[in-house]
C-alpha cells in the first residue's frame, strides 16, 4: 500500500478520536481538516511542539512557517532582517489581532505576571541577558519551547536550555490595552 493511503486512513481512523470536526454527510474528517492536523502533527515531531487543535494554532502554524529561518537583526522590523520586540510584536499582530509596543520593556508593561508553570500558548516570556533590564523576549508556544528572534535567526528554543533557564526573568499574558 502507498505511503499516502496509509495516512490516509490513520487519519480516518485517528481523527474522530481526537474531536476533530467532520463532514456530517459522509461522517469523515474533511481534507482540509486532515491537512491542518498533518501541519501541526509535522511541528511537533520536528519542533517538539504539541499545538492544540485550534484556529488560532493553525494560524500560529503558518505564521511560523512563514518566518523560520529569517535573520536577526537590531532594530528591523522586516523578514531581511528583525529582532525579538518586533518579531513578538508583528506575531501579536498577525495572529492575534493584538497591539503589542515596540520593546521588550513596554511589553512588559502590558502583561499580567504568571508563573512559569501556568504559560500557555501565545504568553511572554522575558529575559534579562547580562543586564538589570528586560532584554529579551519570545512568545511561548508548548512543552517548555517558544520562537524567538535572536542572534541565530527567527527560531524555537526552549526554556529547559540552560542559556534560557539562566536569563529568564518572567513571564506574563497580554491584558486588555
Known sequence: MMIKQCITVLLLVLLP???LAQNKEA???TEQNQEQYLKLDYF???AGVALA???MSLKLFDFITDWIGKPYRFGGE???GIDCSAFARE???RVMGEYLPRNSRQQFKYVQTIKKEELQTGDLVFFKIKTRDISHVGVYLSDNKF???SKSGVNVASLDNSYWKRYYYKSGRLTKM
Open 17 to 19: 478520536s481526537l474531536g
Open 91 to 93: 506575531l501579536y499582530a
Open 78 to 80: 522586516s523578514k531581511r
Open 44 to 46: 511537533k515531531q520536528v
Open 147 to 149: 520562537i524567538q528572534s
Open 27 to 29: 461522517n469523515q474528517p
Open 53 to 55: 487543535y485550534t484556529p
